[in-house]
Every structure is written in structure tokens, then in C-alpha cells.
């Protein structure tokens, strides 16, 4: 009877030491278009958004967040969903064809589909501080595909995080693309303007 009730006592253990070792199931996050239009005149043009290039240290599916100066680290439980670099084209795609009125923008290869306008953008940071800050900071240029006249600029855009949640870090980041969205949306309508 001792013997048995050691065994179950031991089974027991053993079950309670692996339910402590599962690990907790991984989130996702994406990030959206959340431009909102100006009130200008909509265009008449395709455009199409990419490449787009991100930082090495954060192209990767996990947050990579910064936890001190010259630290950071990389949340294994919270992840996006798609890669960064693919995510940061939809996201400008979406919130140009807000800013600019127009359905006409890809953020990848189509057919039929001849743009007038390519937009490339290098992320240079893309830093999260959970509860606390967002930045995201490119330069990015837009190319008439006609001539080839290009627009060059730089955007920095921090954004504070409305919250503690890995969901408030992701919107934050959606407003610093928005206001990168905004800069772009200008260039184009400048660069169309002067070369109409």
C-alpha cells in the first residue's frame, strides 16, 4: 500500500513539474492603416510601395523591445504576423490610398498593373519601449516611373504607447507608419504638381 501511495505521489509530482514547464502560447500582432484623409482632391495614378527594408535586429517574427540603454530583448511570446518589412509596405499601401483617394497602390507585383509612381522606404529604426514609446525612422524616396524624377525624405516619427499591452505597442507603431504614410502622400502630390 506505501509503495502504491509513493507512486501516485510521484505522478502526481511529475504531472504538476510538467504543467509548470509548458510555456505560455504565442500572441500575434499586425499592424494597421490608420491614416485618415486630408480633405485634398484625390489622384489619378497607381502606385506601387516597395521594397521595403528594416533594420537586421528587428527582422525577425518576435518583439524585439528595449529593455535599458544599449539593451534589448527578444519577447518570444509576443510575435507579429507577418514580416516586418512586408507588413511596413501594406501598412503604407493602406494609408495611401486613404491620404491620396485613389484604390490604385500595391505593396507587391501585380498584373496589368503598370504604377506611376514607385515608393521605396529604408527603415532605419524601428524601436519599441513597451509602455512607453514607438519610433519608427526611414527615408524614403518616391520615383516618377515616367522620366524618373524622384522625391527624397527623411520621417521620424515617435509615437507614445497608450498602455502597457503588446496590442498598444503595435498601434503606436501603426501611427509612426501613418505619419510616414502622410509625408509620402505629400511627396507624391508635389512631384505630380510639378510634373504633371
Known sequence: MAARVANLVLIVLVAAAAAGCASAPARFYSLDST????????????????????????????????????????????????????????????????????????SAPMANFDPAYRVTIDVQRFDSVPGQSALVEAVWTVRRTAGGETRSGRTTAPQAVQGDSFDALAAAHSRALAKMSGDIATAIRAEAEDNP
Open 35 to 106: 491614416a485618415t484623409p486630408d480633405g485634398a482632391a484625390p489622384v489619378n495614378y497607381p502606385i506601387m510601395v516597395g521594397p521595403v527594408s528594416v533594420p537586421a535586429a528587428v527582422d525577425r517574427p518576435e518583439f524585439v523591445v528595449q529593455s535599458g540603454p544599449n539593451r534589448v530583448d527578444i519577447d518570444q511570446f509576443n510575435r507579429w504576423d507577418a514580416p516586418l518589412n512586408d507588413a511596413v509596405a501594406q501598412v503604407v499601401a493602406g494609408d495611401l490610398v486613404k491620404l491620396l483617394g485613389t484604390p490604385n497602390v500595391a
